[in-house]
């Protein structure tokens, strides 16, 4: 019996695995129906056709003022750290001391907690940074068996959640916001490729 019981410990190890990284096609960010005080501003990331892109664009778009010059640039950062959690070393010292029996009924094998934050960065029309508004939030998964592989539903869900707040802290730095925006003057074609190579050269764009 010993030694069929160490004959499944290792199949269990496949089978259970770990939770995966939130997947940026798999999340698809929800409305938080904010109309800003901001101006027509030009997105400077890459365009992507993934859910998480494609869903803040449209938020933003939602957002922004879309007639009349473009005032500026914009860039939103979706990141993310996981570690295994307090709890989470707790189920797998259990799982393992038990040769991972529990885990057939149900018991988690493991926990981790997800750190998730949005960054967005605002320029003037001449590539100057006029603010970085920034939100974060957490969420636990606890992985088992036959459950808690995905993490990108609950990673929706947070990113929502930070979306919104990060749009209702620049409303409340609008007026400031905006009268930078006014001072620089309107995007034109004579100065985007210059504003543009100026922000690429920030440590945050830079490889």
Known sequence: MRKLVLCF??????LVGCATDPIANEMVLSSPSIKGPLPKLE?????????????????MAEYLSQTGDTMGYYSLDFNYSSRISGAGYFWLYLSSFTSFLPNIIGAPFQGQTYTSSVTLRIFDSQGGLIGTYTRSGSFNLLTGLYYGHDSSS??????SGLMK????LVNKNSQLINEQLEAAGPVTIKNR???????????????
């Not at 997105?43 to 938020?59: F, V, Y």
């Not at 609950?154 to 990113?159: E, P, T």
């Not at 490729?193 to 490889?207: G, M, N, Q, V």
């Open 154 to 159: 609950k990673a929706q869900v947070v990113y």
């Open 193 to 207: 490729a210059t504003a543009k190579s100026r922000i690429f050269r920030l440590p945050e764009y830079s490889d």
């Open 43 to 59: 997105n400077i990331n890459t365009s992507s056709d993934n859910g998480i892109t494609e869903s803040s664009d449209n938020i």
């Open 165 to 168: 707040e990060v749009l209702q």
């Open 9 to 14: 410990v290792p199949i269990l190890f496949l």
